[in-house]
Every structure is written in structure tokens, then in C-alpha cells.
């Protein structure tokens, strides 16, 4: 038995449509045996109701069942976004990076002023800190110049700004191509090697 001690990132689900890309991008962290510290805010859990009819707590039998069992190679563990004390709130904590998909313009504003007024904000905070990867995937159209500015803070802060907009040159014909296209972006970022997309061949 091995004693390497298990890669974890962070994931926060938040109030802004596409539980889809969510969903399918802790499938892949998952299948790679991370362990996924999940943040899920109370629009969040609305969302995954709404779009996927799936609660936050039975995420883990939800993602075995659409993609299959691989996931269970890693650990999904749930924190409520009240928890301050959790490990991620810490930057002594070994996670080594962060994705919030999908981030509403609420959570966003948040990040980019430093509020850390509950467990997404705080761990989001802690990346930026420790100098460590934060994507924030956001999704809204249009967007006012308040939205816009808060995504040039955090971009300012260090943050990877990488908005839910699929492409369409790899032909999709489902939702989930448009999903395997947003997660494998979001790997990408967080410089993980995956097949979830075909490159663009010039
Ligand atoms: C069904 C539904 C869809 C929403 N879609 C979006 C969205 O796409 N983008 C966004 O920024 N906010 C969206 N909102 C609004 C946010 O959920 C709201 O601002 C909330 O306070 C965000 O809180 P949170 O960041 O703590 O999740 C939506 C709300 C609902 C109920």
C-alpha cells in the first residue's frame, strides 16, 4: 500500500447557472484520485436542484452513475460554506489550487475584494495569498461595468478568469460536449493533462 499522501484541490459551486460544467469537472478530478474539498454556497445547492435534481450530499453516487465508477478512485469531501474552520480555510493546508464552477457575480465581487465572509471567499482568499491557482469560471451576459471590473481585480489578484464559453470547433452535438470542453479547460488551468477536448489542429 502506497503512503503517498493524496493530491487535494479545492471546488466551490456557487449561485450561477451551469451545474453541468461542475459536475463534470469534479468527475475528472475525481477519476484522477484527488481528493476534492467541495464548497457548495446556498445558490449552489438551489442550482444543482434546478438544473441536475441532484442535492449536494448526493453528488458523489450522482457522478458515479453519469460517468462512471472511476470517480470513486478519489475522496469528495463536502464543507459547508459556513465552516471558517475548515482546512482551506488555512493556507498551511496543503490544497494546491481552486476552481469555482460555475462563480456568480455575487461570489466574484466577493473575491475580488477580499471579503472572506464564508468558506468560498476565504479559501478563494487563501489562493491568492499562498500564490496559487484560482479559476474562476464565471457566467453572466451581458455583464455591467461593476461585474467587469471585479473580473480585472481579480485578475489583478492572480486569479485565472476563465469565463464559461464553450467553443464550437470541436463540432458538439450534446450538452455534455460543451461540458467535457468547459472542465477540460479548467484542468488545463490548473495544469493537468487530460483528453477531454481534441486540441485545435491548425
Ligand atoms: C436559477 C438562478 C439562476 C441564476 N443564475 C445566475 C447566473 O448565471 N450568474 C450569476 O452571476 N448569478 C445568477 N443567479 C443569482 C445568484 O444566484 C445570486 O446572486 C446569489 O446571491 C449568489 O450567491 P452565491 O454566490 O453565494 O452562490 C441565479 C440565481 C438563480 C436562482
Redesign the pocket.
Known amino acids: 500500500m502506497s503512503d503517498k499522501p493524496r493530491r487535494s484541490l479545492a471546488v466551490a459551486i ?5 451545474a453541468l460544467y461542475a459536475v463534470r469537472t469534479l468527475a475528472a478530478l475525481l477519476e484522477r484520485g484527488y481528493r476534492v474539498e467541495l464548497v457548495v ?4 445547492r ?2 444543482l436542484t ?1 438544473e441536475l435534481s441532484v442535492p449536494a450530499d448526493k453528488l458523489l453516487p450522482y457522478l458515479s452513475r453519469s460517468y462512471g465508477s472511476a470517480v470513486e478512485r478519489g475522496v469528495l469531501q463536502l464543507h459547508s ?1 459556513k465552516d471558517l474552520g475548515a482546512g482551506i480555510a488555512s493556507g498551511s493546508h496543503g490544497c494546491e489550487g481552486m476552481a469555482i464552477v ?7 465581487a ?1 473575491v475580488a475584494h477580499g471579503l472572506s465572509r ?1 468558506l ?1 471567499e476565504r479559501a478563494a482568499d487563501v489562493m491568492l495569498k499562498e500564490r496559487r491557482p484560482l479559476i474562476l469560471v ?3 451576459t451581458p455583464m455591467s461595468l461593476p461585474q467587469l471590473r471585479n473580473m480585472v481585480s481579480c485578475a489583478e489578484a492572480g486569479a485565472m478568469v476563465l469565463p464559461a464559453m464553450p467553443a464550437f470547433y470541436q463540432k458538439p452535438e450534446r450538452l455534455e460536449d460543451l461540458a467535457d470542453f468547459m472542465a477540460g479547460k479548467i484542468l488545463s488551468a490548473l495544469g493537468l493533462v487530460h483528453d477531454l477536448y481534441p486540441p485545435w489542429k491548425g
Open positions: 456557487t449561485g450561477a447557472s451551469g454556497s446556498d445558490f449552489g438551489r442550482l434546478e460554506n460555475p462563480c456568480s457575480m455575487k461570489t466574484l466577493g464564508n468560498v464565471p457566467r453572466e
